[in-house]
């Protein structure tokens, strides 16, 4: 059964840093690429960022560039999210997605975690 | 940046109603490069939709996509209990890729 389970997140200080994991299982997580999405409170879903099957590229919305990193490692089967300078709005649900086809990035998401709410507070 | 506006905000239907959603975007989505995804509390999003009216492996064949240029739709023919939760539409087309703000379907 394919699968994509979020951890580590929780209630972190503003300016604090908090890493994301998500494990994958059932498919061959190597050959596909991966996205972070988050959802705020009341609010729709964001596109966060995108990393290669091969990690060989990656992209992050202007929103939490320079901030944010996407990363994996393809051992171990998980991808990660990397946050640092954490504000209060970035108070939310954060998923990890798969593209739908291997080796390619299509730019929409066939799985999904059930995702990690994230809490920006003091 | 291509915004999506979806409407109503909120549908209330009864099970066996028809349900039409509305994805309307700013600027013509190229290539029909349209996805719709269904969000339940607590559980994974699913895609239901992709390619403005391509069924994903899964989705009942209630569910049935059109549109091309600005306009999309999403449409249940008959809807089931299980249908009631909040849809969105994602498009990918352009960069950056961006989504709708939800429609709402809930129980009448």
């Known amino acids: 059964q394919m699968q994509l389970v979020e951890s580590g997140g929780g209630v972190v200080q503003p300016g604090r840093s908090l890493r994301l994991s998500c494990a994958a299982s059932?498919?061959?997580?190597?050959?596909?690429?991966m996205h972070w999405v988050r959802q705020a409170p009341g609010k729709g879903l964001e596109w966060l960022a995108v990393i290669w099957y091969d990690g060989s590229n990656k992209y992050h919305a202007d929103s939490v560039k320079g901030r944010f990193t996407i990363s994996r490692d393809n051992s171990r089967n998980t991808l990660y999210l990397q946050m640092n300078s954490l504000r209060a709005e970035d108070t939310a649900v954060y998923y990890c997605?798969?593209?739908?086809?291997?080796?390619?990035?299509?730019?929409?998401?066939?799985?999904w975690g059930r995702g990690s709410l994230v809490t920006v507070s003091s | 940046e291509i915004v999506l506006t979806q409407s109503p905000g909120t549908l209330s239907l009864s099970p066996g109603e028809r349900a039409t959603l509305s994805c309307r975007a700013s600027q013509s989505v190229g290539s029909s490069y349209l996805a719709w995804y269904q969000l339940k509390p607590g559980q994974a999003p699913r895609l239901l939709i992709y390619g403005a009216s391509s069924r994903a492996t899964g989705t009942p064949d209630r569910f049935s996509g059109s549109g091309s240029g600005t306009d999309f739709t999403l449409t249940i023919s008959r809807l089931e209990p299980e249908d009631f939760a909040v849809y969105y539409c994602q498009q990918y087309g352009s960069s950056p890729i961006t989504f709708g703000q939800g429609t709402r379907l809930e129980i009448k």
């Open positions: 997605a798969r593209e739908p086809k291997a080796a390619l990035i299509n730019w929409y998401f066939d799985l």
């Open positions: 059932g498919f061959t997580f190597s050959t596909y690429g």
